[in-house]
């Protein structure tokens, strides 16, 4: 999720250091909950798909194995740490970056899941085509990808209402390729939506949207500036709130077989 590896919009790697422990409420659960519905509709069988796949399979359903990866060390350390105690029967944790998984043999995974990173990385089509080469023979792959990312446009909000004559912070947006295997006969994309409205998750969000994620978002601010910041995310978050009923994620989720 994260290094030259990753898009230049993000963070450098040492906050998604920082940020490991702290990522499920920070992100208000959405990540995680987006990803266990669509393993409930569709799959009958990083540490947030592990945790989805624990969440909402029975036991006799889970995975007998199961690799968990990422290329930033402490959420590595992270997901071998919260998935101790699960009931899953083997999990191995690896430091692995998903456009280059030469460590992993062809036709290795039934399936694979890349949850909300596909559009981090500088190389998109080479994370795909890794995803399909370490796939079996009729293996699944499931991507998901925010179409709205809800805390950005609240952050755009905040910016205006402080310095209306700046830049917008950028993100990475979503971009599908019809490349690296997969034909268009076998993918399927589906929308999600979610609206986050429980106290403690939004609570978690707001922090996440106050914090060093969104540090590019005060890039030229005076001190004043930035000392109005946490209120204005506070405001912004309450129009959200009146506009859809709590803050609202929408999702695409490519289906997609070997």
């Given at each position: 999720?994260?290094?030259?590896?990753?898009?230049?919009?993000?963070?450098?790697?040492?906050?998604?250091?920082?940020?490991?422990?702290?990522?499920?409420?920070?992100?208000?659960?959405?990540?995680?909950?987006?990803?266990?519905?669509?393993?409930?509709?569709?799959?009958?069988?990083?540490?947030?798909?592990?945790?989805?796949?624990?969440?909402?399979?029975?036991?006799?359903?889970?995975?007998?194995?199961?690799?968990?990866?990422?290329?930033?060390?402490?959420?590595?350390?992270?997901?071998?740490?919260?998935?101790?105690?699960?009931?899953?029967?083997?999990?191995?944790?690896?430091?692995?970056?998903?456009q280059d998984l030469s460590a992993v043999s062809d036709n290795y995974f039934t399936h694979s899941i890349n949850n909300f990173s596909i559009f981090t990385f500088?190389?998109?089509?080479?994370?795909?085509?890794?995803?399909?080469?370490?796939?079996r023979p009729g293996g699944l792959a499931i991507i998901t990808c925010s179409r709205r990312f809800a805390p950005m446009y609240i952050v755009h909000a905040a910016?205006?209402?402080?310095?209306?004559?700046?830049?917008?912070?950028?993100?990475?947006?979503?971009?599908?390729?019809?490349?690296?295997?997969?034909?268009?006969?076998?993918?399927?994309?589906?929308?999600?939506?979610?609206?986050?409205?429980?106290?403690?998750?939004?609570?978690?969000?707001?922090?996440?949207?106050?914090?060093?994620?969104?540090?590019?978002?005060?890039?030229?601010?005076?001190?004043?500036?930035?000392?109005?910041?946490?209120?204005?995310?506070?405001?912004?978050?309450?129009?959200?709130?009146?506009?859809?009923?709590?803050?609202?994620?929408?999702?695409?989720?490519?289906?997609?077989?070997?």
């Amino acid at each position: 999720m994260a290094s030259q590896i990753q898009h230049p919009n993000l963070p450098l790697p040492d906050y998604f250091s920082r940020f490991a422990n702290i990522y499920v409420r920070q992100t208000g659960h959405s990540t995680l909950n987006i990803l266990a519905n669509v393993i409930t509709e569709n799959v009958q069988t990083a540490r947030i798909g592990a945790a989805a796949l624990v969440a909402r399979l029975p036991k006799e359903q889970l995975p007998k194995k199961l690799l968990v990866s990422d290329n930033v060390a402490m959420m590595v350390s992270a997901a071998r740490e919260s998935l101790t105690a699960s009931p899953l029967p083997h999990v191995d944790c690896k430091e692995l970056d998903s456009q280059d998984l030469s460590a992993v043999s062809d036709n290795y995974f039934t399936h694979s899941i890349n949850n909300f990173s596909i559009f981090t990385f500088i190389r998109p089509v080479d994370a795909i085509r890794e995803t399909y080469r370490t796939l079996r023979p009729g293996g699944l792959a499931i991507i998901t990808c925010s179409r709205r990312f809800a805390p950005m446009y609240i952050v755009h909000a905040a910016q205006k209402k402080i310095r209306s004559d700046l830049p917008l912070m950028p993100s990475p947006g979503p971009e599908f390729y019809e490349e690296g295997g997969f034909t268009s006969d076998k993918i399927t994309l589906v929308d999600k939506v979610m609206v986050i409205a429980d106290h403690e998750n939004i609570a978690g969000l707001t922090a996440l949207m106050s914090g060093p994620l969104m540090a590019k978002a005060r890039e030229g601010y005076t001190a004043e500036e930035e000392a109005r910041w946490a209120e204005s995310i506070s405001q912004s978050v309450k129009e959200e709130l009146e506009q859809f009923g709590g803050i609202r994620f929408e999702a695409y989720i490519i289906l997609a077989t070997k």
